[in-house]
């Protein structure tokens, strides 16, 4: 699988004071998004193989806001996977509300070893998550 797509009603706590979707609400959008592509291939966001926890913490993040959202709008997230690396995966996030693009945001995330009280350490995809995401085509 290389994309998602979900919809998203806009709530009243996603507006500020102008009544618009507030900026650091579509980061949540995307994530929700990446979360829901997740478990679409059998995976979670945070899930134990074994002995291992392993989770996804994200190392870079950005969103471009094109036009506003508001109250009540339904909007569509299509995430595509645009980097399938070892232990990474770099998604990009289309958001729109009908015809209208409201943003486009990117994200990676990489794949880490959680264990309590120790460093977070980069590990390879596990196969059979790996196995099941493509890089979109351009």
Partial sequence: MHEFKTTRRIEFVDTDMG??????RYFVFMETAEHQFLEAI??????????????????????????????????????RVVRKGRTSLTYEATIRCGEREI?????????????????????PIPGRIADRIEEAPQ
């Avoid at 009544?19 to 650091?24: A, L």
């Avoid at 794949?111 to 460093?119: A, I, K, N, S, T």
């Fill in 103 to 123: 943003a486009r945001g990117r994200s990676t995330s990489v794949c880490c070893e959680l264990q309590p009280g120790r460093d977070v350490v980069p590990v």
């Fill in 19 to 24: 009544g618009i979707v507030h900026f650091s």
């Fill in 42 to 79: 059998g995976s979670s966001v945070d899930m134990d193989l074994g002995e291992r926890r392993i989770g996804w913490p994200r190392v870079a993040v950005s969103c471009e806001y094109r036009s506003p959202a508001r109250f009540g709008d339904e909007l569509e997230i299509l995430l």
